[in-house]
């Protein structure tokens, strides 16, 4: 069975969090963008990440490769999802499935590539949810219902976002609720949400 490509969504400004790239933040002493390719396992080569307006990201995880957005006005994650179809178009790869992960997601289960996709054999794509929460950008995708992505982007009346692209598409939540203690996919956006983290972080690192 051949592996799932995979897109770490990294293109955030963070301007609530100074201007910091998120996934440079560190949280239990391992950068955000470490933690997330961690726990996705083994994807297909290379692990895009989404770079946003920007060329190019400094220190990507081995193996990984940044895919800028395309010259259309739309930013944020649908971007990202765009550039992630374009650079597979280039590589000749027009079917299969897809990841796309937040990049400030440092509690990402690591079955979450295994569970995200398992909708798409009914499904164009799934979307992850805690409870009433739902988290557009960590979702899975089969590449033929979005192959046309960065054309849509560039039509005068592109999808809004993710989420009205995944309404678009019908696609499924995936409710974590039931087998997980703490929200996995409780993300950074402010300091506070950094000291809440590294908290959290610290009371479940294994004992030496």
């Known amino acids: 069975m051949s592996l ?46 989404s770079s946003g307006p920007h060329s190019a990201i400094s220190d990507l995880p081995e193996g990984a490769e940044a895919v800028p957005d395309l010259p259309v006005p739309c930013a944020g994650p649908l971007a990202g999802l765009a550039a992630a179809v374009t650079a597979l178009r280039r590589r000749g790869v027009v079917r299969g499935e897809l990841v796309s992960v937040a990049v400030d997601t440092p509690f990402l289960p690591t079955d979450f590539v295994a569970r995200m996709v398992a909708p798409l054999a009914q499904a164009p794509a799934s979307y992850a ?14 590449i033929e219902a979005i192959a046309d992505l960065p054309e849509r982007m560039a039509a005068p009346a592109p999808p809004a976002s993710l989420k009205a692209l995944q ?5 499924e939540a995936v409710d974590w609720s039931g087998d997980q203690t703490d929200n996995p996919f409780h993300n ?21």
């Open 4 to 49: 799932v490509h995979a897109v770490i969504i990294a293109g955030g400004q963070g301007q609530r969090l100074g201007g910091v790239r998120k996934g440079s933040l560190r949280i239990g002493g391992l950068r955000l963008i470490d933690r997330v390719s961690a726990a996705l396992g083994p994807v297909a080569d290379p692990l895009m990440v």
């Open 129 to 142: 949810a805690w409870k009433d929460d739902f988290y557009p950008p960590n979702a899975a995708w089969r």
């Open 167 to 171: 309404r678009l598409l019908g696609a």
């Open 188 to 208: 950074v956006n402010t300091i506070e949400d950094v000291i809440a983290l590294e908290r959290r972080a610290r009371s479940t690192r294994p004992l030496s």
